[in-house]
């Protein structure tokens, strides 16, 4: 009915709209025909909805019988799973009670394995046998019982270092030089203690996996370059037993210069000194052997006395008709002339006894201004920190040495330069009261 009452209000507000325009008979025929499409279209509805209402019904009919089917299912699965579990806890008790000792055995494995990959992490085999390293780890660290395989292979590993370690060989491997380049060498390796080129002194970096070469060279190179050109079957090599850690030490161990340089201005003073003064008395040490030497030759002639040497010059005081009237003056002049010659053979050596009684006191002062440096460094840092008074110890120590080392050889010069030349002075007055001697007797000199 309500779709009728529409329909009649439709046309009354169509008729309304078009009353100018339609008869009564167009628009009873109008709704006629709209009323019968309009039943049309309302069959075409209903029939379409009881369509879909079977269709849906249908679905759902399937859906329930797909669900019994999911939860049947569901529930079989359930069973098996349970099965299951049941099956594998029998199963592993069953593998507890035939493994027995051979768990034991596996774990110490594992350990074993940990162990050598902790010892072999910083060996020098590293780097001819990389793949070691990763082994072992993955031996110590896996879940799975290892295979026949695994234990055979870490059976081997073991083998291959027990052979590597008492072989003397060469092998191509990945040097680092000092300026960071990295290329393969010959290297000369001796078991695990230590690695050679012709060039260095080699030790392992374990990050890089390669040999390093030591910026510092220690001694005893020559020996390797040595053997590397003889063909001798038994040789003499250098070898660090505590596998790199000597040579890192000898590495830092500071040279000459770098033990100069912790002395500082004080150091260098003293150094100065100690250099002036050994130049010094070359010096005057060469002249009095050529004094020596000269005077030598003087006393095989003596009747032609020259003015090249001390002796000469004193015996050409006397001249060559001397007045025997008159000793004692002739003895003042030779006095005289003795004492001339006496400041030109003691030369240098006042200042050489100076420079060897200041050296200890340089190296005194040296000391105490490290001590203040060191009290310095303590005050700012709480003592806490032994590197910021390194510095200052090692100047307090070095300029002490330096001053003592300086002082004795000078101190060992200056008694020989006097010696000389006390000698020489002692041979002028000999000859001198032997010249007298002979002209008190008035006898001719003798050759």
Known sequence: MKPLLWM??????????????????QLLERIRSEKGTEE??????????LESRNQQAQLLAEAKKALSKQESRAAALKSTFAANEQELADQEQVLKQQVGDMGELFAVVRQSAGDLAGQWRSSLLNVQFPERIQQLEGLSKGRALPNATQIESFWLTILEDMTATGRVERVAVPVIAADGERQTQDVLRVGPFSAYTEQAFLTFSEGDNAFRALPKQPSGLSRVKQWAGSSDAVVVLPMDPT???????????????????????????IVALGVFGFLLAAWRLLGLMRVVRSVRVQMRNLSKPTRDNPLGRVLSVLGPNPQLSDLETLELKLDEAVMQEVPQLEKGQGLLKLLAAVAPLLGLLGTVTGMIITFQAITQSGGGDSRLMADGISQALVTTVEGLVVAIPLLFLHSILSARS????QLLEQQCVGLLALHMSGSKRSE
């Open 8 to 25: 009649t209000c439709g046309v009354l507000l169509s008729f309304s709209v078009h009353a100018n325009t339609l008869t009564p008979d």
């Open 40 to 49: 049309q279209l309302m069959q075409q509805r209903e029939q379409h909805f």
């Open 243 to 269: 596998r790199g850690s000597l040579i890192e030490q000898l590495q830092r161990k500071p040279s000459m210069l770098d033990r100069l340089r912790q002395g500082g201005l004080v150091g260098w003073v």
């Open 422 to 425: 006390k000698s020489v002075v």
